[in-house]
């Protein structure tokens, strides 16, 4: 019973906070790929306007768009990801080689502007910011008990108001509602026909952003973001498959914050140059506690686990090349520091490492009205290694990923702009 309990809440703390190696792309459990427009230069540029898809990194972009205007995208995340088992592992001999952990998903975003009126624009945006989706090739590994299936999903949903303080300097402010659940599942004990653990919870909590764009020159626009951290307390139970052993639980959960610093720059008639740093809390996740909130509970299921993550860092650069008035190029690189720097840190999971970014990207202006994004990136994600004793079982590995991603996005505008105000 201790292998099994000890599993289960494992499962459950590891799973809220997995997600790298699939359908997250940032460092930790983030899900970089919200518009399609800045996958195209590494996101160089992402919190400075230029599309409306902007607005996710700083929702002063909103303030840039007259009259009505959409944007969406859908990028299709293919990753690889093996994680293979060496002398030291408990559970060796049932095989060392997880085969490929990451499920593809498709992520989708979208983007609505409403001018309302000469210096107001309301923004909304609605997306996936955090999420999860692995599953071993191999399901008996020696890394079962630590990681079966595991499914994280987020919706969130950003109003925000942008206000055109000046012809050149926007503020905006916005509010978020994101609805977190997941499912997880790892073996309960180190034999091939061990049953799963299963874990279920979920959640819908509240937070903030804030932005300010800020056109320095005709040339030099510069774009400073800020999303706030949200407290989830995931409710849910967790369970034994095809047992009636079961105990509803609680686990808090809280998202980094997140700052990000953008710059365009023209160059002249046709290039621009585009850089962003960003920076996520990740620090905060110092432990995550599990709580069972049964009358009666499966011994251990009240356990803290240590993480010790550290602060995340993203940087990038790229550029733009009008090639016509009607064709776009774009590309960029960016290099990003994980959170998880060490073995004992990395989950079996969450395998998440250093990473750079290369990438390329274009926008075809269909008409005057509709335009549409492509972007191709890869992602080469540092080899890394992992140390983990749970239960009572330990896995030694080695980890190796890369990751493929191509996107497509629509821009349409609706309708014509609002008539000027009238002279005074």
């Not at 992520?107 to 409403?114: G, I, R």
């Not at 160059?267 to 960003?278: K, M, P, V």
């Not at 940087?315 to 776009?328: D, K, Q, R, V």
């Not at 998440?352 to 075809?364: E, K, P, Q, V």
Request: charged share 15%.
């Amino acid at each position: 019973m201790r292998v099994r309990s000890h599993t289960l809440c494992t499962a459950l703390v590891l799973g809220a906070v997995a997600g790298a190696t699939s359908a997250a792309h940032a460092g930790g459990f983030a899900i970089r790929e919200q518009s399609a427009h800045f996958q195209g230069s590494s996101f160089a540029g992402n919190a400075a306007g230029g599309a409306l898809s902007s607005m996710f990194w700083n929702p002063a972009a909103a303030g840039q768009f007259n009259g009505i205007n959409t944007e969406s995208t859908y990028a299709w995340i293919i990753p690889d990801s093996e994680i293979t088992a060496l002398p030291g592992s408990t559970l060796l001999g049932v095989g060392a080689e997880s085969g490929n952990i990451g499920n593809q998903a498709i992520v989708p975003a979208s983007y609505l502007s409403y001018q309302l009126s000469p210096s107001v624009v309301l923004g909304f945006s609605f997306g996936a910011p955090f999420g999860l989706s692995t599953e071993p090739s191999n399901r008996v590994w020696a890394g079962m008990t630590q990681a079966r299936t595991s499914k994280i999903e987020t919706y969130n949903l950003q109003s925000a108001l942008a206000w055109r303080v000046t012809p050149t300097f926007i503020v905006a402010a916005g509010l978020q509602i994101e609805h977190m659940e997941g499912t997880l599942k790892a073996a309960t004990g180190p034999l091939a026909t061990s049953r799963n653990g299963v874990i279920h919870g979920d959640d819908t909590a509240f937070g903030w952003t804030l932005g300010a764009l800020w056109q320095a020159t005709p040339t030099t626009t510069l774009g400073l973001g800020f999303r706030s951290s949200i407290e989830h307390n995931l409710e849910g139970t967790a369970s034994v498959a095809g047992t009636p052993i079961g105990n509803n639980i609680e686990a808090g959960l809280k998202t980094p914050e997140t700052v990000t610093l953008s710059l365009r720059q023209e160059l002249g008639s046709r290039w621009t140059g585009l850089a962003s740093i960003e920076w996520s809390n990740w620090s905060r996740l110092k432990q995550l506690q599990v709580e069972c909130t049964s009358a009666v509970c499966i011994a251990g299921l009240n356990p803290t686990l240590p993480l010790g993550w550290h602060d995340g860092w993203f940087y990038s650069i790229g550029a733009e090349y009008a090639w016509s008035p009607a064709l776009t190029l774009r590309g960029g690189v960016a290099y990003e520091v994980s959170p998880i720097q060490s073995a004992d840190e990395r989950p079996a999971r969450l395998p998440d490492s250093d990473r750079i970014w290369a990438s390329l990207g274009a926008t075809y202006k269909w008409s005057e009205k509709i335009s549409v994004d492509f972007a191709y990136s890869h992602i080469f994600v540092e080899d890394s290694s992992l140390d983990r004793l749970d239960g009572g079982v330990r896995l030694v590995a080695d980890v190796e990923a890369s990751v493929d991603i191509l996107s497509v996005g629509l821009k349409i505008k609706l309708g014509d702009d609002p008539p000027p105000p009238p002279l005074k």
